[in-house]
């Protein structure tokens, strides 16, 4: 998870969250939710993620939504990684939907 924050981050995505979610769902033990400014940027994130990470040798169990340029899942089963379009983000509010969900503090992870 920490890994994925770094990537997206050092890509300059926004509004980077991770929610652990282990303890409410079998889905996944986290959320990492990132938000980029426009569907370059979206793709961008979600390309860069899936290569630094299949050069780790961790490739994605699915990417959902590749071809919406709104929101782009990369379900990684431990971690799911969701990019989101900024208004598209703000429409589902995925956040507000886990907020039973322990918000990680990611701070140390994140240039300044």
């Known amino acids: 998870m920490e890994k994925i924050v770094s990537i997206l981050d050092s ?3 926004q509004d980077l969250k991770a929610i652990k979610i282990g303890d409410l769902t079998i889905l996944a033990d986290y959320f990492v939710i990132a938000t980029g ?3 370059t940027q979206v793709k ?13 040798g961790i490739e994605p169990h699915k990417i959902e939504g590749y071809r ?5 899942v990369l379900d990684y089963t431990d971690v799911i990684v969701h990019i989101f ?3 598209t983000r703000e429409f589902y509010g995925l956040e507000r939907l886990w907020a039973d969900g ?3 503090d990611i701070s140390h992870l994140l240039t300044k």
């Open 11 to 13: 890509k300059k995505a």
């Open 37 to 39: 400014t426009s569907s």
């Open 44 to 56: 961008m994130l979600t390309d860069e993620v899936d290569y630094q990470l299949g050069q780790m």
């Open 68 to 72: 919406s340029e709104n929101w782009i």
């Open 85 to 87: 379009h900024t208004e």
């Open 102 to 104: 322990e918000q990680v």
